[in-house]
T-cell receptor, first 115, second 112 residues
């Protein structure tokens, strides 16, 4: 079946503009994660959705970042008033249950460049 | 909360030799330890994982060992090949929060 998909694959924007990044998880996966990965760096946790529970937003770096997950499926990460330091690859991952230890399946990422 | 440290940050080995990457964790309640491989320009993918009820797990050329007392776990790759070149991430999680806490990653370079 289809894996995790993300769109757009690349996004170039000007400083101060808002951007929306989309993630389509694997069908039936109840857990969804957003990570940020700067060039040559590790995985920085941003936010975690688990079923119908309140999301864990503890990794969001500032109030310019927000995310929502509609209908327990598609998720959108929004960055308002983008800054150059927001430039990175944004990765989405999903897993099959929010309880228990399950493999996280990653999407291809969205490469964001803020000029 | 949990903290995972990973060493070394870069590892260069001759093709055919073995490579070992080590991680330590802080929360004794952690009981799940996966390893992910990220090739250049690609997404991370799970290559092997271990749960705290076992001390070692093997899958062909890769193996993971876990020392719960010392709170560390290691990835072992034998007979390294060029396609093993990648960044490897360790992670840990527990039953109180299934969210993975990630190590900083190790860049493995296989020299021909």
């Amino acid at each position: 079946g289809a894996g995790v998909s993300q769109s757009p694959s690349n996004k170039v924007t000007e400083k101060g503009k808002d951007v929306e990044l989309r993630c389509d998880p694997i069908s039936g996966h109840t857990a969804l994660y957003w990570y940020r990965q700067s060039l040559g760096q590790g995985l920085e946790f941003l936010i975690y959705f688990q079923g119908n529970s309140a999301p864990d937003k503890s990794g969001l770096p500032s109030d310019r970042f927000s995310a929502e997950r509609t209908g327990g499926s598609v998720s959108t990460l929004t960055i308002q008033r983008t800054q150059q330091e927001d430039s990175a690859v944004y990765l989405c991952a999903s897993s099959s249950r929010f309880r228990g230890h399950n493999e996280q399946f990653f999407g291809p990422g969205t490469r964001l460049t803020v000029l | 909360g949990e903290n995972v440290e990973q060493h070394p940050s870069t590892l260069s080995v001759q093709e055919g030799d073995s490579a070992v990457i080590k991680c330590t964790y802080s929360d004794s309640a952690s009981n799940y330890f996966p390893w992910y491989k990220q090739e250049l320009g690609k997404r991370p993918q799970l290559i092997i994982d271990i749960r705290s009820n076992v001390g070692e797990k093997k899958d062909q050329r890769i193996a993971v060992t876990l020392n719960k007392t010392a709170k560390h776990f290691s990835l072992h790759i034998t007979e390294t090949q060029p396609e093993d070149s990648a960044v490897y991430f360790c992670a840990a999680s527990g039953d109180s929060n299934y969210q993975l806490i990630w190590g900083a990653g190790t860049k493995l370079i296989i020299k021909p």
